[in-house]
T-cell receptor, first 113, second 113 residues
């Protein structure tokens, strides 16, 4: 069975500092990997995805993520955090064979001024 | 373009009652998903449609939950009878293709008393 782990329930960073939100996954086939963000009182929004190709994927709002096949990880990163980045972040994996999506339990990112 | 529409936004029922949720996906999106999100957890896929056919319903409690997508456009999810543990947010999402970005609706918050 496929699974996603987001080992940190909460990540706190100061504005202007780099941020990392961690994600590891387990699938039987080749993975499609996604990050979604949920701002307070708003629906889930797509942030970025890895399908194939370059291991470093760039997405919305200056976020990027690095696919590491050997470590089965897909960590979300941003070089300089903004207070407005504070939100709940979900990592998701899809098995290219089955197509079924599995989400992690989310990481709350808080960026302090 | 219009986003994914869901109704109602909120619903309070007593256990053993029935309830139905409606979803209208983004126009042209062939793939439609229903998720259950319990507080503090990530979304859990209940059922995935490709046009009007079911792709995956392995996590749908079929003794009480049912879903349909007539004509391959909008969809309804029904719970009958509801249990206390069904209290959650029910999210509908759609995508152009099975492995595409998912666009989420605002969700229906269900409270079962």
């Amino acid at each position: 069975a496929q699974s996603v782990a987001q080992p940190e329930d909460q990540v706190n960073v100061a504005e202007g500092n780099p941020l990392t939100v961690k994600c590891t996954y387990s699938v039987s086939g080749n993975p499609y990997l996604f990050w979604y963000v949920q701002y307070p009182n708003r629906g889930l929004q797509f942030l970025l995805k890895y399908i194939t190709g370059d291991n470093l994927v760039k997405g919305s709002y200056g976020f990027e993520a690095e696919f590491n096949k050997s470590q089965t990880s897909f960590h979300l990163k941003k070089p300089s955090a903004l207070v407005s980045d504070s939100a709940l972040y979900f990592c998701a994996v899809r098995d290219t064979n089955a197509g079924k999506s599995t989400f992690g339990d989310g990481t709350t990112l808080t960026v302090k001024p | 373009e219009a986003g994914v529409a869901q109704s109602p936004r909120y619903k309070i029922i007593e256990k053993r009652q029935s309830v139905a949720f409606w979803c209208n996906p983004i126009s042209g999106h062939a793939t439609l998903y229903w998720y259950q999100q319990i507080l503090g957890q990530g979304p859990k896929l209940l059922i995935q449609f490709q046009n009007n056919g079911v792709v995956d319903d392995s996590q749908l409690p079929k003794d009480r939950f049912s879903a349909e997508r007539l004509k391959g456009v909008d969809s309804t999810l029904k719970i009958q009878p509801a249990k206390l543990e069904d209290s959650a947010v029910y999210l509908c999402a759609s995508s152009l293709a099975p492995w595409g970005n998912q666009y989420f609706g605002p969700g229906t918050r269900l409270l079962v008393l």
